[in-house]
């Protein structure tokens, strides 16, 4: 008989961030018995290469482009995999389909940490049969479901790891948001939080009525814009509350000139 703690795993990759997609891989290498078959960075790839690899196990990030995990996990058939999450989700969506999946991840990942999970899921595949995961997977999607859908409503704090506890961050506090590389800076009056996200990632929870892109690197909330200058170029800046100076990108700065009524330039 196998022992299960030595089997080998078939493991997908599923992340549309490179970086996270390359550490991922690093840190399963270190995993005795996981086996990489492959990597995808999109919705379509990654049903494709399910179909084709049939992999064991998936690592499964939530947002991506031309959909979300959620669509992936709908379009599997009988011969589902194991499923874990790594995903930068708030800790309260997180507890809404803890008990549905077989484990989640939060970014930035500890090695220790993907290491339980991938045993978990070691566990799971030896002991289930496709029907059960099958039946599993649609449970973890109405879950996922009606977290996403209680975030919608909930969009006044985002939840910030730091130093291995969450922090409350009230959407009320924030002046702008700043990315840096993989992650966004966000900043409120008199401090600021790095968070493991991509600003375009931040920007599809943020509601547009209250804030507004300046830039493909800033975000900032828009009754925190006191005023405008104009900058060579025809160009503008955003002068806001905690006396910071943000320009304003060209391709956003038609959106940006009917906030005072500033004239639209030809």
């Not at 790839?45 to 482009?65: G, N």
């Not at 600021?192 to 920007?203: I, T």
Request: proline share 4%; with cysteine.
């Amino acid at each position: 008989m196998t022992d299960i703690q030595t089997e080998r795993l078939s493991i997908l990759i599923i992340d549309d961030e490179p970086l996270a997609r390359r550490r991922l891989q690093r840190l399963l290498a270190a995993i005795p018995g996981a086996g990489i078959v492959g990597t995808a960075g999109n919705v379509q790839q990654a049903c494709d290469l399910i179909e084709e690899l049939q992999p064991d196990v998936i690592l499964l990030d939530i947002q991506m482009p031309g959909g979300t995990g959620f669509d992936i996990l709908e379009r599997l058939g009988d011969n589902a995999p194991a499923v874990i999450f790594v995903t930068a989700f708030d800790h309260y969506a997180l507890r809404a389909f803890e008990a549905a999946a077989i484990d989640y991840v939060t970014k930035p990942i500890e090695a220790s940490r993907l290491r339980t999970a991938i045993e978990r899921a070691r566990v799971a595949v030896a002991a289930r049969t496709s029907a059960e995961r099958v039946l599993e997977l649609s449970e973890t999607v109405q879950a996922l479901r009606q977290a996403l859908r209680k975030h919608d409503m909930q969009t006044s704090d985002l939840w910030i790891k730091s130093r291995g506890e969450f922090v409350r961050v009230t959407l009320d506090r924030v002046v702008r948001f700043q990315a840096e590389r993989d992650y966004v800076r966000i900043h409120t009056e008199g401090r600021s939080y790095l968070h493991h996200e991509s600003l375009a990632s931040l920007e599809r929870r943020l509601d547009p009525s209250e804030f507004l892109r300046l830039h493909r690197s800033s975000i900032v909330r828009r009754d925190c814009i006191v005023g405008l200058k104009q900058a060579p170029f025809a160009a503008l800046i955003a002068l806001l509350s905690d006396g910071s100076e943000i320009r304003v990108g060209r391709t956003y700065s038609r959106h940006v000139r009917p906030l005072t009524g500033a004239p639209q330039s030809e």
